[in-house]
């Protein structure tokens, strides 16, 4: 063999074991993400993009029907932008500038700008924004006011009352007798002079306005009266009607003589599922250390940023948004009136706030009504009224309707006669959910953007970040 074609064999062996060599290598390779592969095989009842199609088909939902729950509403893009921030990861217990932990410099800075904003729209002495939502709220107020114990005089659930005021929530959590204002159902209006003979004879501690049916201001004034002859707090829970307030179109509590206002920030008000406390300068110590640490440990940050921005809007837009809501609500009353039915509150003009109530015995009561409503597009519940007891829960006899949501979608007087017109006409079965339905989804092609904000945008978007 000449040395010139050993060498090339010796090249081709070297070659065909380096080619062997690599072929191996990638057997292997393949094997082992076959492997890994199928190690981390996703079950199907994990998929997450599961989760985000049912978001979306909700989404599409509330897009084309009419949302009328009272105690909801709508936030802005730049209200929700702070939810998906990293301030949803972070603890930041005690007051600003007080903190227990560490890196709390620009958390501070938001909530100085929230407790700022606040103080403005209410023109309050003090306020405390730290608490979660409105029963939290309450709780914090029932333990800086009272003591297990302690008689408290609250609206009934029938009558419009929150859970939260009862034995069967906070009230009774921290150990409290509740007794309930006598009511005047006609009036829909607390019995002032009933009450003042019943709080003589049983010395209530505290005195607990504001309800989850509100159609009218309630009687403060009056019950600060009584409570001075007794001793005793005034605490009102303005949950439902909190923009309405810092709209200057409802009545103002602590004005009138309320020691103490709670309010959830997600109905009349523009924000995110939360609340706030204001209150008088002498008793603030008492609630701050009611909230922390009494029952609050970190208050959700992300939120609480929210919160700011919606106090933002409510200083800039609340008073033209708090008016077109009371406009609203007084025209879909009167219309649902004039088309037969059973409106609450006639004799005094049916409505002061964002609330609409009717009584539907005549339709199959509120349960039915409110699910035949559902088939058509049109979202409210069943509520007591006060001629209903306790056991008549699962199908009072009421409907109850709010007009925030819609108002925020920049629908006016005229969006009204049309719903009250659907409405009716699913009640009485002139007109079939098909048919409703299909002028919901009409009306709401219209109306389907955030208005009263920085900017107008589409308003039950579902946003991608992933």
């Not at 560490?102 to 407790?115: H, K, M, R």
């Not at 609206?155 to 959590?173: E, K, M, Q």
């Not at 939120?303 to 919606?310: K, N, S, V």
């Not at 509520?383 to 925030?404: A, C, F, H, M, Y």
């Given at each position: 063999?000449?040395?010139?074609e ?57 897009a ?57 729209l ?29 008689r ?17 929530s ?97 109905k ?47 200083k800039?837009?609340g ?14 009353a009167?219309?649902m ?12 003009g049916?409505?002061?706030?964002h ?109 991608d970040?992933?």
């Amino acid at each position: 063999m000449k040395k010139g074609e050993m060498v090339h064999d010796v090249t081709s062996c070297s070659f065909f074991a380096l080619y062997s060599w690599l072929q191996i290598l990638v057997v292997k390779r393949e094997a082992t993400v076959h492997k890994i592969k199928k190690a981390f095989v996703i079950p199907v009842s994990m998929n997450y993009e599961k989760i985000y199609e049912v978001i979306k088909e909700h989404h599409r939902f509330y897009a084309d029907s009419l949302p009328m729950i009272a105690s909801e509403n709508i936030t802005s893009k730049f209200v929700r932008r702070c939810y998906v921030s990293d301030l949803g990861h972070r603890y930041a217990e005690g007051k600003v500038g007080e903190r227990y932990y560490q890196g709390c410099t620009f958390i501070d800075e938001i909530e100085e700008i929230a407790l700022n904003l606040t103080e403005e729209l209410f023109n309050a002495d003090h306020v405390n924004v730290q608490p979660i939502s409105g029963v939290v709220a309450n709780t914090a107020a029932f333990f800086a006011l009272t003591n297990p114990g302690d008689r408290v005089m609250a609206i009934s659930v029938p009558c419009g009352g929150h859970i939260s005021h009862d034995t069967v929530s906070s009230a009774g959590l921290r150990g409290l007798e509740v007794s309930y204002y006598p009511f005047d159902s006609q009036e829909f209006d607390i019995d002032i002079d009933a009450t003042r003979k019943m709080a003589l004879n049983e010395k209530p501690r505290l005195f607990i306005l504001g309800s989850s049916l509100i159609l009218f201001p309630q009687p403060v004034k009056e019950i600060r009266d009584i409570a001075e002859e007794v001793g005793a707090r005034v605490m009102y829970d303005a949950s439902h009607v909190l923009g309405l307030i810092a709209g200057k179109r409802f009545q103002d509590p602590i004005k009138e003589g309320a020691d103490v206002m709670t309010g959830s920030t997600h109905k009349t008000f523009f924000g995110p599922q939360r609340a706030i406390i204001v209150s008088r300068k002498e008793i603030a110590d008492r609630i701050d250390r009611a909230v922390f640490p009494g029952i609050i440990s970190n208050h959700h940050l992300n939120t609480l940023a929210g919160y700011a921005i919606a106090a933002m809007e409510m200083k800039l837009f609340g008073e033209s948004y708090a008016d077109q809501v009371i406009r609203n609500a007084k025209r879909l009353a009167e219309r649902m009136h004039e088309l037969g039915m059973s409106v609450v509150g006639e004799n005094r003009g049916f409505t002061e706030s964002h609330q609409v109530v009717a009584d539907v015995r005549n339709y199959g009561g509120g349960s039915a009504v409110a699910e035949k409503l559902e088939r058509a597009g049109i979202i409210l519940n069943k509520n007591l009224l006060p001629w209903d007891s306790l056991k008549d829960t699962e199908n009072p006899s009421g409907i109850r309707l709010g007009v925030q949501e819609l108002t925020r979608l920049g629908m006016k007087e005229g969006e009204m006669d049309e719903i009250a017109g659907i409405i009716h006409g699913v009640v009485s079965g002139s007109l079939t959910y098909s048919k409703a339905r299909e002028r919901v989804k009409e009306l709401r092609n219209e109306f389907n953007t955030v208005k009263f904000t920085f900017q107008e945008h589409p308003a039950y978007e579902f946003y991608d970040l992933c």
